[in-house]
């Protein structure tokens, strides 16, 4: 396993669609290797195109840091159900280090993804792991945290970035 570099906003990778995994083992070792790097930054989620990779995979652990490793490989996720309203609340990002964006999200998500070992799961997830979730999976539409909102709060936040 290895760590890799992880790619900066406004690297333009970080701001295009992903394509989804034909054959989900072939990620396997680029996802171990994801998981090591998301630790050492170190983070909770980590989506491919943050290290380069258009593909449409993300891991996340939203535990580990209270000494409860929960690692998850996410394959071609889908958000298949989510609830209605949005919450905002502080969302950092890897690629946007230094910077925590108040970000609106749905309190519950219902999620489908495929593992390397190729099998289809589909959990619904809250609190913590939902909003982790939104956010990887932003990533793999070329979304991130300061896309998702108001040009005041996005203007005084890239200032804070560049500065
Ligand atoms: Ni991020």
Excluded at 73 to 84: F, L, T, Y
Excluded at 127 to 151: M, N
Aim: net charge negative; hydrophobic share 45%; charged share 20%.
């Amino acid at each position: 396993m290895s760590v890799l570099p992880i790619r900066r906003w406004p690297d333009p990778v970080l701001s295009r669609p992903c394509a989804p995994v034909s054959d989900a083992s072939e990620v396997a070792a680029l996802a171990q290797d994801m998981l090591e790097t998301m630790y050492a930054a170190p983070g909770r989620g980590l989506a491919a195109p943050q290290v380069g990779v258009a593909l449409r995979l993300f891991v996340m652990d939203v535990t580990w840091k209270e000494g409860a490793p929960s690692p998850v490989v996410c394959v071609n996720p889908e958000i298949v159900e989510s609830a209605a309203e949005r919450v905002a609340g502080p969302e950092g990002c890897l690629s946007i280090p230094g910077v925590t964006a108040e970000v609106p999200r749905a309190p519950w998500i219902v999620l489908r993804w495929t593992t390397p070992e190729g099998a289809l799961r589909e959990e619904r997830l809250e609190g913590p792991a939902a909003i982790c979730a939104q956010h990887e999976y932003d990533h793999l539409d070329g979304i991130v945290t300061f896309d998702r909102i108001g040009a005041e709060q996005r203007a005084a936040l890239e200032a804070e970035y560049a500065g």
